[in-house]
């Protein structure tokens, strides 16, 4: 249930299984990349989408409309939920140059805008090479760039729409594989949170020898498990320009799993009983973990609940010892101690935070006032956390925002003008 994908969009295809959609190579995908304006302060950005097949996510900056597109025909797309709104990229002196959409049969033309470069960069991370992109706006001086910390799972460098929503501000951004995803080194499934700031760290510190950026203007921007990784590097970097968090968790890792697995269960519809007596067990099993039994004393602890009517709803297959389960076992050894709280306390750079009202990945009602705290507490004179009304951890507006519950393709109002306003108030983005 813990390693979900960063944005968890999830997207339905009309009934075609997405598997089944022809996969782009990333080298011609990046051309579509960017942000195209339409107008009437209408503007559309897109972006390189990895978690579902390497494909192009957009973001309505006006509407806050949401969608994925699915390749038909060279240079055209479709609206992955609605066959009926297509997408058509035009070109000038071989470069992409303005996009067409068409709903139904109304037309709307846009320009892309706000230039920029992108290159394939790597970096050393103790033992681990690195590898991901860095994305710069074209002109001359010196860039602001935001790093940008992943959240659980294989997650690689294509984050769709973030990287162009800061590049439309005028910010580079650098986003990398995380290791052992991608084409990075390492083995995600077993770092340390610890491990995972070092790899944030080790990017900060590259950018930082490059003559076209800004060290002093270099920021952090995290989500979910960054919540934890972006604090821990933030706390380590005395000149960080500013740091901006997304649905970050603001408690520890044990008591952050925990919410997500007992909201896991009430969508399933199990009995208050019975999530009682299964997070009863989950608990005891996780404390194993941290006391450093061995995972085969910690399936004897889970075996011991197989009498209970839910035990085999909750595993249908019987439990054996696996590569994945042994790495998750590690994983819970290392991490269940780590708290953003601990970190907050030593952060002075400019901080903004924002949660989601609807987030049952992360508890916003009980982070944000520790956040608060440990940021008052680090006399940081600069600091906004806050919680988007209706948003659910994936961004879009929610009923509940259970994993289950149907998605509704509308980012929730509210985050991306309170981002964009936060940034160009102090200088670092611009119209």
Known sequence: ????????????????????????????????EGTYDFGNEHRLTLGIFDELNQSLAYLDLKTLKVGLLISTLPN???????????????????????????????KFLGKKITPYHVESISFKSGKNLIKGD?????????????????????????????????????????????????????DWETASLDELANDLLAGVDFLKTRKNIEPHKIGIMGNSQGGWTGSIAASKI??????????????????TISYEYKNSLLADNFTSTEINEIMEMYHANWKMAAEGK?????????????????????????????????????????????????????????????????????NSQIGLPRIKKALQLAKNKDFEVDIIPNMAH???????????EPLSFEYAAGFWERLEKWLIDRKIGKK
């Open 134 to 186: 860095l994305y710069l706006p074209k002109g001359e001086g010196k860039h602001p760039v935001v790093v940008f910390v992943h959240g659980s799972g294989p997650s690689t460098r294509g984050v769709g729409f973030f990287t162009t929503f800061f590049l439309q501000l005028g910010i580079g951004v650098l986003t990398y594989d995380k290791q052992g995803a991608g084409a990075s080194n390492g």
């Open 394 to 404: 994936n961004g879009m507006i929610a009923k509940n925002g259970f994993y289950n």
């Open 238 to 255: 005395k000149d960080l320009a500013f740091l901006v968090m997304r649905v970050g968790a603001g408690e520890n890792v044990f008591n």
């Open 294 to 362: 061995t995972w085969e004393e910690g399936n004897e602890q889970i075996k011991s609940y197989k009498n209970k009517v839910w035990f085999k709803r909750v595993y249908p297959q019987e439990r054996t010892k696996t590569t994945s389960s042994l790495k998750w076992w590690v994983w819970l050894q290392k991490n269940l101690q780590y708290d953003s709280y601990n970190y907050l306390q030593h952060i002075k750079a400019p901080t903004l935070w924002l949660m989601g009202e609807k987030d049952c990945n992360v």
């Open 76 to 106: 055209k797309f479709r609206d992955m939920n609605d066959s009926t709104k297509t997408f058509n990229f035009n070109f000038k002196n071989n470069q992409v140059d303005g996009l067409e959409i068409v709903e139904n049969t109304t």
């Open 1 to 32: 249930m813990f390693y979900k994908y960063l944005f968890a969009f999830l997207f339905f295809a009309n009934g075609v299984s997405f598997a089944q959609q022809k996969s782009i190579p990333r080298n011609e995908l990046y051309q579509y």
